[in-house]
């Protein structure tokens, strides 16, 4: 296995890379929508609650081709791999997610983005394919030695404004956070698996053709409805429903531990054990929590419920050599939370790996 750190917009610079590669990662994740800082901190919940995760820019350069190109040198420059993409950007598939007018074109665009991250040389995207995305986290003293981290305490669920999907913003205009008077209508399960079904049948001969995986996330958190849209994968078992909508090699899991461990009825070990073997896994999101939905925070990546060594046993077991990451974690109190934190993740699963790979 290979030891990753997925790095959002912000921290997509030499400095952050040289940190990831003298803390033993050779493999990044670049997460490109979103706004995650606050006073030189990553955090793990929005800036402004109302307005999710800011807005949705569709003109960044950094979807282009040569934007591309561009961050897979810069990442190679540092010595590291840049292994996957994580998440079309709100602004260029909105309608594709709410089936709306420009749902064509906006197709389109995400067919020229998969061409473009393959000539790019960049073996995986990944995606979350959900209208009401990751929103209700609170942030409070939930981990390990009163340490800030995120959790999801069942609150009340509003309706989405117009000019919003996946917790961003798209359409300005529009959008009246506070009292909208236009709201995203109902989705219902049959018609969140239509679109999906569209999404992938024609998307999925692109990714085939430019060598790249479409690594779906589970949905996080794994409610079976969210804010009044339907979800895909709130349960581990649903993913053999997305296979068989699209039996590809190019058709994987974005396999979130954590959001897997969060859901009710889920067995993370059996989930992880069988979707391994059957080689689906793209690549690993290492995250531990304590709770299920609707009540669980998340924890230190050795101090929740779920025992991540046994996890990377299991895959160790069936022959899993891709990336892992520790997707987000608790922050450590001292001058610099995240780069304290991260170390700390890293230096876990660096070491546990080791261990596994060498029985």
Known sequence: MKLGLGLYRQLLNPETLRFARQAGVTHIVAHLPGHFVREGSKII?????AYGFGVSDAADPMWTAEGLRDLKALVNSEGLELEALENFAPAHWYDVLL?????????AH???????VGRAGIRTMGYNFSIAGVWGRTEGPFARGGARSVGFESPAQTPIPAGMVWNMVYDL????????TETVE??????????FAGFLQELMPVAEEAGVKLAL????????ILRGAARLVYHPDFYQRVYELAPSPMNAIELCVGTVSEMVGADV??????????GRIAYVHLRNVRGKVPHYHEAFIDDGDTDMLRVLQVLHRNGFGGVVIPDHTPLLECAAPWHA???????????AITAVERG
Do not use: N
């Open 45 to 49: 919940t929005s800036d402004q609650a």
């Open 99 to 107: 089936d709306g007018p420009r749902r064509g074109e906006q197709m």
């Open 110 to 116: 995400l067919k020229r983005i998969v061409r473009d």
């Open 173 to 180: 205009e529009r959008f009246e956070p506070d009292t909208p």
């Open 186 to 195: 109902t989705v219902s399960a049959e018609e969140i698996w239509r679109r």
């Open 217 to 224: 996330h589970p949905d996080d958190p794994p409610l079976p």
């Open 269 to 278: 070990y059996e989930a992880v054990d069988r979707y391994s073997q059957a």
């Open 341 to 351: 934190s991260m170390a700390h993740a890293l230096g876990w699963i660096r070491a």
